[in-house]
Structure formats: C-alpha cells, structure tokens
C-alpha cells in the first residue's frame, strides 16, 4: 500500500526481512562473505549506511535470493546499519537515517580512534577490518529528492573510471564529499588516486519510490559483471536498458554548507537545474545570499532539511567524459 510521506513522497517500498542475514558468516553480525576459493580482488557491496535508504537492503537481499557467488576473489554483502532500519516506520520515514549520528561521516581514521562511542561508530568500528581488505565498493544509497540517479565516484580519475565502465547510472558526480566527516566511499585508499583500491556510491532515487530499488538491483549486477564476478547471463535479467543519453560527469567545485536555522532555496529545487547566470542568488542562509559562482553551475543533491553543519547544496559544472580531465 502506498502512502505520503513528510515530504509528500509517495512510499512505494518496504524494508526486506534482513533477519536470516544476522548471522552471516564473517563473525559481525549482517555480514557475509562468498569467497571463490579463487585469486582476485576482494568486493563489497553494502547498503543501509542510511537506515531509510532501503534499496541497499533490497539489492543484497536480491542477491542473496538468487545465490550470487563470485567467479573469482571474495565478494562480501553489507547491511551496514540494522539497528536503524530496524526504527523504519513508514509514517515516519525519514526518521530512521540513523540511530545516534550519521554513520557517513565518520571514517576517517581519528574519528574511528578516538574515545566517543555511538551505535554508528560501533558499528563502522565492527566493519572497518573487513572494509580495510576491501578492493572496490559498491555502497548503495538514495535521496531525498526526485533527482535522476547519480554514481558518486569521488574526485580522484580513477572513481570516474570505474564509475563510467559501468555505463549506468548516466550521471556521475565527482566530489569530495562533506565538510561534516567522511564518507565510506572516502576512506582511506579508496580516496587516495594513487591507491589502486576504489569505491563508489551510488545514489539509486529517491528513498521511497519502487524505481529506486530497481536501479540498486540494476547498479549491483552492473558491478559484479564488470568485476567478471559473475558472468553476463547470470546478470542480464536484472539489468535495466542502458541509459538514453551518454553518461556524463558533473566536476564538483563548492559544497554549500548551512550556517543559520532560516536556510532556504530560492526555488524547488530537485537537483541538476542549471542556473545559466553566475550570480543568481539561489537561495538565503539567515541573511546572507547563496549565489552561483558562475554561468552554467549545476546544482547537486539539494537538501529538503536545512539544518546548521550540514551540506545544502554542491556546485559544479557538466563535463564531457570523452573530454578527460584537463
Ligand atoms: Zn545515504
């Protein structure tokens, strides 16, 4: 049954049942790792990072449904916050991103050492050896607006690569994330352009839409075919058509952050809107203007909620792939 959510969203999607994955086989809880008893590279594919971001859940379960082994290295699957969508309520859906803090904006390597405790960082803490193994990820999101899905693959060359041999979602973001803390996608040798590990994060849709989670099955077996984990037949009936139009990236150069309680947009943003003028105000925090610092400026992932640390909006500008990076 569908219904509104706060932000008149329609809820077309319900949390999978995660509980036979508890046990999982790695020793921490909802985690499992299929090793191929071949050489190659060790892959994650992980999801609830957000408790309320559920194609993640919905993809692993996908996978774990239709016996997906690796064909060669290990491949492990990742609920990586339970205990927060385990508070998914769909009255209140927004309300189960996470228990304590935000778990994406905790890994970097101070942040994991120091004293705080949270159920977050307990639970990154639990994670962090077997994500440390890792060689590429595959984190499954979504967002909070209707925007078209992007692959976030990070500034560094290598992310874009990854993220274009994959040919879907058609638009990729390269940025640095946020001022707040660090992201999974981010961590150590992932973010490092001279590490040959990578990661991407991908954001499927909007939370709650059923098309969303459609674009997670789509996304993951785009990965495990493109890692020759599993081969084109096995993924091909879950794969959606390629994308219309060719991929393209959007080079992000300004994280607007939120400094006033009375942050708002100039306009109902979604997110990719180019503003063509440098220098339209585009929305008010507290008394100060957010402008565009030039023409043609795209916006990224607005944020529905305001609130003060927080990422409102990132600027950039649509590159053409073939054009490299100059
Ligand atoms: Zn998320």
């Known amino acids: 049954m569908t219904q509104l959510s706060p932000f008149d969203q329609i809820v077309e999607l319900s949390p999978p049942d995660i509980e036979p994955y508890r046990a999982g086989n790695t020793g921490v809880p909802f985690v499992t790792t299929f090793d191929s008893g071949q050489a190659g590279p060790h892959a994650m594919i992980c999801g609830i990072v957000h408790g309320n971001e559920l194609c993640g859940a919905i993809a692993l379960d996908h996978l774990f449904q239709h016996d997906i082994?690796?064909?060669?290295?290990?491949?492990?699957?990742?609920f990586a916050n339970p205990?927060?969508?385990a508070q998914y309520d769909p009255a209140r859906p927004a309300a189960s991103r996470f228990v304590d803090e935000d778990m994406n904006r905790v890994w970097s390597p101070d942040v994991l050492a120091n004293a705080h405790r949270s159920v977050e960082l307990d639970r990154a803490?639990?994670?962090?050896?077997?994500?440390?193994?890792?060689?590429t990820l595959l984190d499954l999101h979504s967002m909070q607006s209707n925007s078209t899905p992007l692959i976030l693959s990070g500034p560094a060359p290598k992310g874009r690569t990854l993220a274009a041999s994959l040919e879907s979602p058609a638009v990729i973001v390269a940025d640095?994330?946020?001022?707040?803390g660090r992201r999974l996608r981010d961590y150590g040798g992932f973010s490092d352009p001279n590490d040959g590990r990578n990661a991407l994060l991908v954001e499927c849709g909007q939370h709650w839409r059923a098309g969303t989670a459609t674009m997670a099955i789509d996304t993951a077996y785009r990965f495990l075919a493109q890692l020759d984990m599993i081969d084109t037949d096995t993924a091909g009936p879950h794969l959606l058509p390629a994308p219309a139009v060719p991929q393209r990236w959007i080079d992000v150069t300004d994280a607007v952050g939120v400094s006033h309680e009375d942050c708002r947009f100039a306009g109902d943003y979604s997110g990719l809107e180019v503003i063509p003028t440098a220098g339209?105000?585009?929305?008010?925090?507290?008394?100060a203007?957010?402008?565009?610092?030039?023409?043609?400026?795209v916006l990224v992932m607005p944020a529905?909620?305001?609130?003060?640390?927080?990422t409102a909006v990132r600027l950039g500008r649509y590159r053409d792939l073939a054009a490299g990076d100059d």
């Open 69 to 78: 082994r690796p064909r060669h290295g290990r491949l492990s699957l990742v």
């Open 83 to 85: 205990d927060a969508m």
């Open 125 to 135: 803490r639990a994670l962090r050896p077997l994500v440390d193994s890792v060689d």
């Open 176 to 180: 640095t994330g946020h001022s707040a």
């Open 280 to 287: 339209t105000v585009i929305g008010m925090d507290g008394a």
């Open 289 to 297: 203007e957010i402008r565009t610092p030039y023409d043609d400026c």
């Open 304 to 310: 529905r909620r305001l609130a003060p640390g927080q």
